[in-house]
């Protein structure tokens, strides 16, 4: 909080303040979601749709920990919907476990907190942890403590794995075999998103200025945007009217990335100051948030950020959605399964920071094959899709009044 401006708001309820719109709003059931930033917001989404068609009579409340986050959710699901999650202190959980009284608390991918798992468990509270995963570099600290771990996860009713990987390494950490099964990665089943006003304009611009080719960098991290200046200009010198548009993961570094673009060379104009004028032969600093998604659009290849640094990656989707090329760096264990079903078919490159120039010339000056890395990542999603689904009926069964309503292989169980 102190070095990056992070979670400086909401610290009543971070605290166990009961928001009046939470209390105020009370009707039938309720299922709490917790979704911790961006990227699960997006996945329980599509989610929260089916749930909310399939349970009429409940009111299903999501809570986030970063305001980023929070900003998106509310957006989505509305404002009386929506809070942050207290922290895991006995009395700030348990004060919300009684203001809202759910019948299910839902966690979204590898929320493992003790005391909110146990409160929510003597409550009589029904706990799912959906599209759930151990990553590479968490996993070594759960099995360092896998006693408490396996204390911890006993509280768990139901784990949704993404996948067979994610599936043994929850029970490696201490998840009761019983209850782990694979219901796919839910970030599968997103869908592109509509046009916005910002899409609206720069589609209009680039239209009429016939800009490109473009190339969008998405949910980059500090370090990398120094490499991707370096090679757009190595891109300029070929295609005088080509374009970067580049959007930094977190909000606290718009300020030191448009003063390293000030001192880099092209002209860079900040989304929030830009006015239409044309974009062609520079770069856009996607200076909001909540954006990106639909940008994509516009990208003749897409790189995806945090992973020419060691920091795990982003998601991909989102530039698959709009069948767009993809490059990522080596660093990608936070989606290391996503990654190498895109990276088997050919729709994904993996590039290092001494490779990664030469491989945007390349691919921009390879149509044919900016086409059928588009064309295979459309398909992937194709095939990867309906975990949405198996989620739902695996979340409805948990619900006494469903239980006869779902059969028993909602879930593939886990081997």
Excluded: C
Excluded at 399 to 405: K, V
């Amino acid at each position: 909080m102190l070095r990056h401006g992070k979670y400086r708001s909401g610290w009543s309820e971070r605290l166990g303040s009961v928001p009046a719109h939470l209390r105020q709003s009370a009707r039938g059931e309720v299922i709490w979601i917790h979704a911790v930033s961006v990227g699960e917001v997006l996945a329980i989404t599509q989610l929260v749709a089916e749930l909310q068609a399939e349970l009429r009579d409940y009111r299903i409340v999501v809570s986030t920990t970063t305001d980023t986050g929070q900003r998106l959710a509310r957006q989505k699901f509305g404002e009386e919907n929506v809070f942050r999650a207290p922290l895991d202190l006995p009395w700030a959980v348990q004060a919300f476990l009684d203001a809202l009284r759910p019948r299910m608390l839902v966690l979204a991918e590898s929320e493992f907190w003790p005391n909110l798992l146990h409160s929510a468990h003597e409550s009589g509270v029904r706990v799912a942890v959906v599209n759930a995963r151990a990553s590479d570099r968490s996993l070594p600290r759960y099995q360092r403590f896998r006693s408490l771990f396996e204390r911890v996860l006993k509280n768990v009713d139901l784990f949704l794995a993404q996948s067979e990987e994610d599936a043994r390494r929850l029970v490696a950490i201490g998840a009761p075999v019983e209850r782990v099964h694979v219901g796919g990665n839910l970030k599968f089943d997103g869908k592109p998103p509509a046009r916005t006003e910002l899409s609206s304009r720069l589609a209009e611009a680039i239209q009429r200025d016939n800009t490109g080719p473009i190339i969008v960098a998405g949910s980059t991290m500090e370090g990398e945007e120094a490499m991707l200046l370096e090679a757009f200009r190595a891109q300029l010198q070929r295609y005088d009217t080509a374009m970067l548009l580049l959007a930094p993961r977190h909000p606290e570094r718009f300020a030191s990335v448009a003063a390293l673009l000030t001192s880099s060379g092209p002209p860079f104009q900040r989304r929030s100051a830009w006015n239409g004028t044309s974009l062609t032969g520079g770069i856009l600093l996607l200076d909001s948030i909540g954006e990106l998604a639909g940008l994509y659009e516009f990208a003749d290849i897409a790189f995806i950020g945090g992973s020419l640094v060691p920091k795990g990656g982003h998601n991909v989707l989102e530039a698959a959605y709009f069948g767009v090329p993809i490059m990522v760096g080596p660093h990608t264990e936070n989606f290391r399964d996503i990654v190498e079903i895109f990276r088997r078919v050919g729709a994904l490159r993996v590039v290092t920071p001494q490779s990664l120039k030469k491989e945007i010339l390349d691919l921009v000056d390879n149509y044919d094959e900016r086409v059928r890395m588009g064309r295979h990542a459309q398909e992937v999603l194709r095939t990867q899709q309906g975990a949405t689904r198996r989620t739902v009926e695996a979340l409805l069964a948990l619900l006494p009044a469903h239980r006869s309503l779902v059969a028993e292989t909602t879930a593939e169980r886990r081997p």
